[in-house]
């Protein structure tokens, strides 16, 4: 079994906690309490014949990613970074944002997520993303759990080396 | 006239004087000096000289080279070319800890030495110096004396890749939460106390909880933390840094790639055979 470290990143009030308890847990809350700093957990998830242990950090959610302790990015296998359909501040960095998480941690697997699917309707998606910056990987609700297991999962076979 | 005529026959019986006087005082050194040129012009005669040194040299470092440079070398030797950095690193970081160790210890003797020659023999040294050690760690002498009683165990040992948090390995006398969970927790700690305190190259070496001190060691591409209880002196927490390092140079893979099971065995076995033992026992 192998080990890596996945990391959640995006702004504020996203819902990064949520994804990352809905993955472990199969939980969701209402309630928002901000992170403080940073939590790990953990998840060993089995991709074919292969287990996966992976290391998930679920970070405080900035305004700019700047303001993430750097160290944190360090030595990903993976990050996720997500935003929020329904808050056009939260995607509205994405370029420079990517960007400059290619820079810190060169050749990582990243995935983009457009995550709150529940509270928009099909057009009201198709319209979030034709302002997208960068297209999404995928879009998820933390709340009904729509795709969170297959973003986890495509981002192991990723890391894995599995699919492109 | 005759007045300069006299100066003149004076000045020249000084300047004789004066020969005979360097010739006299110069003799010996003027044989030596001849003798030294006499050896470095003939060239057979200065390998006579030489050579006997240079084949002492030569011996030494033949019939102790295995024992001097032997592990190091083997190892690195053993680490192809085209490979990373970051592994030769991991293999000379632990040879260099040895090294400043031993140069620092070396540098202790001396102060204690020089300490002890100048102090009068009614104090004992060992008291003096245990109040110059307690004066500078701030650890009062009563402190000193109690610490023997309540000594320290080890009771956990981790090994962290540095950044990612991923553990390398374990040692643990008593089964414990998930260890993959301390090892991100721990390393998320000390990203964030360096990343807050970004002070020039400093790294996070201590962390008091409770009744526990963990020890953090820093290596190239990852870190060592031991969770210790009861009360560490001084010269224990060096005792454990010593065998840290040991444990570094002996046991620990230099390729730390790729993560697996079989890599975090190796490595905790290798802990249970440095720590399941009291480490402090002289
Ligand atoms: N409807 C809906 N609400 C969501 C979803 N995901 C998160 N939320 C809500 O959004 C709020 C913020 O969610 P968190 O998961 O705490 O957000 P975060 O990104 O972790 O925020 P920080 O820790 O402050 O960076 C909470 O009130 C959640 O209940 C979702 O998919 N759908
Ligand atoms: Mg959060």
Not at chain 2, 186 to 197: G, R
Not at chain 2, 227 to 245: P, Q, W
């Amino acid at each position: 079994m192998v080990s890596t470290k996945v990391m959640l990143t995006g702004s504020f009030g996203v819902g990064k906690t949520s994804l990352f308890k809905q993955f472990l847990f199969s939980e969701f809350s209402e309630r928002y309490l901000t992170t403080i700093g940073v939590k790990v957990d953990k998840k060993v998830i089995e991709v074919d014949d292969d287990q996966l242990n992976i290391l998930l950090w679920d970070v405080a959610g900035e305004v700019s990613l700047d303001k993430v302790p750097h160290s944190y990015f360090l030595k990903s296998s993976g990050i996720i970074y997500v935003f929020d359909l329904t808050r056009p501040l939260t995607y509205k960095n994405m370029i420079s944002d990517i960007e400059y998480i290619e820079n810190k941690v060169p050749g990582v697997k990243v995935k983009i997520v457009g995550n709150k699917k529940d509270l928009l309707t099909e057009e009201q998606l198709e319209e979030v993303k034709s302002k997208l910056p960068i297209p999404a990987d995928i879009f998820t609700s933390a709340k009904t759990g729509e795709n969170v297991e297959l973003l986890f999962m495509s981002l192991a076979r990723k890391i894995l080396g599995k699919e492109e | 006239m005759t007045q300069t005529m006299e100066n003149q026959s004076s000045s020249a019986k000084e300047l004789a004087m004066l020969g005979q006087i360097k010739s006299i005082l110069l003799k010996d050194d003027r044989a030596e000096i001849d003798a030294i040129k006499k050896t470095l012009y003939r060239k057979e005669e200065l390998a006579k000289e030489v050579s006997p040194i240079v084949e002492e040299r030569v011996q030494y470092i033949k019939d102790n080279f295995r024992k001097e440079f032997g592990k190091p070398v083997d190892r690195i030797v053993e680490i192809k070319l085209e490979e990373s950095k970051e592994q030769l690193l991991n293999v000379i970081y632990p040879v260099l800890g040895q090294m400043i160790r031993k140069f620092v210890n070396y540098q202790f003797q001396l102060l204690k030495d020089r300490i002890d020659s100048q102090v009068s023999s009614v104090f004992s040294s060992r008291g003096i110096l245990g109040q110059i050690k307690s004066k500078i760690f701030g650890i009062s002498s009563s402190d000193m004396v109690l610490s023997d009683l309540d000594k320290p165990i080890i009771e956990e040992v981790y090994v962290i890749q540095r950044d990612s948090g991923l553990l390398l390995g374990s040692f643990s006398r008593k089964v414990t939460v998930d260890k993959d969970m301390i090892a991100g927790m721990l390393t998320a700690i000390k990203s964030f106390v360096e990343d807050a305190f970004q002070r020039e190259k400093q790294e996070l070496e201590l962390i008091e909880y409770g009744n526990y001190k963990i020890l953090i060691q820093n290596f190239f591409s990852y870190y060592v933390s031991v969770a210790v209880s009861g009360s560490l002196s001084t010269k224990e927490r060096d005792m454990i840094s010593e065998k840290l390092l040991e444990f570094a140079e002996n046991k620990m893979p230099d390729n730390l790639q790729l993560i697996d099971t079989e890599l975090q065995n190796q490595i905790s076995e290798g802990l249970e055979a440095f720590f399941n033992k009291d480490i402090f026992e002289d």
